[in-house]
Each structure stands twice: as C-alpha cells, then as structure tokens.
C-alpha cells in the first residue's frame, strides 16, 4: 500500500491527519480565549466555531498546493468567484481570524514547530493584554443626547459634565425656533450604573432641559 494518497499530490496520510487534527486543536484554543476574552453584546457562537474550521481548511488547501504554481492559479480563480458578505463588528474579530489562517498555512506547509509555539505564544500574549486592561481603572463612553426649550444650557452642563466625568466633549449643538438638541461624548470613571444614574439626574434638573438619554456606542444600545 503505498503511502501516498491517490492522484499525483505527494501527501501522505499520516501527515495529512496530523496536519489537519493540530491545526483543529490550535484554532479550538483561539476560540476559546476569543470567547473567554470577548467583550460586549456582539458575541456570535457561531463566528467562534468558524474560527475552528478555517484552520484545519486552510491547511488542507495549503496541502494541495504546495508548490504547484497550477494549483495555486487554480486556487486564486477558485476563490475569486466566492464573495464575503459577513461583516466584521469588532476589530478583535478579524485579529483572531487572520490567527486562524496563520496557523492553517503554518500547518498546511508542515511548520507544525511554528504552529505549536506561535500558539502559545500568542495564547500568552492574549490573556496579558487582557489582564492589564481588567487591572485598569474602569470607564465606559457614551454620547448623552439632551433635549429641550428656550436657551440651552451650555454653562451649566459644562460644570456638571467636569464634576462627573472623566472627559467630555461637546459635538454638537442644534436649536430650531425653541427648541434645542445637545450631543456630547463622555467618558465615566468608574464605569457604572449608579454613576450614570447619578449624571443623568443631575443633567435633567438642568434649566430648560427636558429630555436626557445615553447611548453606549460599544453596544449600540440606550440607556
């Protein structure tokens, strides 16, 4: 029995299921640092088990390949017909799937010490840079919209905006015959619920002021 697979691709098989299973258990370990690292509403179950079947996918194709200037033609033809219409809401989501895809073409070309030790280095690197950014003070941004008649209070909420915010930034003012809309960034430290209670009661006690609501753009969310 000869120990290449059929045709005239010179791959055995025992490097082929070694190729496929290690680079299938890599991209398991990225998906599950993505799922334990992910932040926000936008976490989707099943990006994370694409990110494991991209691997072991791009492997095989690197496989085929090899160093068949055809085949590579053949390939880049192949995939040009094939649109992506997923889009990508997070930054982090394409960093773990240009991950995935490194370790399919370090599997596939049989750099199986590259593809252990990138992995854990990179699995390492992820959960530091996680664990500085939970060791920071936390804060959250948000837009406040503020609604109302007459004059708007710019003074006022400007000093109520220093008092309990980290930073803020005016961006946008708007009045039409009485009325008025106020757009501002803001940054609470801390991060949370009963500050923002807190901000909000003292922004709708402002003169003139009707209306005052938050939006979490990291969640694209009111509040």
């Known amino acids: 029995m000869s120990k290449y697979l059929p045709g005239n691709i010179a791959i055995t098989l025992p490097d082929l299921v070694l190729g496929i299973l290690l680079a299938t258990l890599a991209a398991s370990i990225a998906a599950l640092l993505y799922r334990a690292t992910h932040r926000g509403l936008s976490y ?30 053949g390939m880049v033809g192949a995939l040009s017909i094939i649109r992506f219409r997923t889009a990508i809401k997070d930054t982090r989501d394409m960093i773990f799937l240009f991950w995935t895809i490194a370790i399919g073409l370090s599997a596939g070309t049989y ?55 980290r930073r803020s930034n005016i961006r946008s003012v708007d009045t039409s015959d009485d009325s008025w809309e106020v757009a501002v960034e803001l940054g609470l430290e801390p991060a949370s619920v009963e500050t923002l209670q807190t901000l909000l009661q003292a922004l709708r006690a402002l003169p003139n002021t009707e209306t005052v609501s938050a939006v979490a753009p990291q969640a694209s969310l009111p509040f």
């Open 44 to 73: 989707e179950p099943g990006f994370a088990s694409g990110l494991v079947l991209v691997a072991p996918i791009v492997s095989v194709i690197m496989m085929l390949i090899g160093s068949s200037l055809a085949l590579s033609l």
């Open 111 to 165: 750099n199986w010490k590259v593809t252990i030790v990138s992995t854990a280095l990179l699995a390492s690197i992820i959960l530091v840079v996680e664990a500085l950014q939970r060791t920071g003070r936390p804060s959250r941004d948000y837009v406040l919209i503020l609604r109302g008649t007459g004059a708007p209070p710019l003074d006022a909420l400007s000093a109520s905006l220093r008092e309990h915010g």
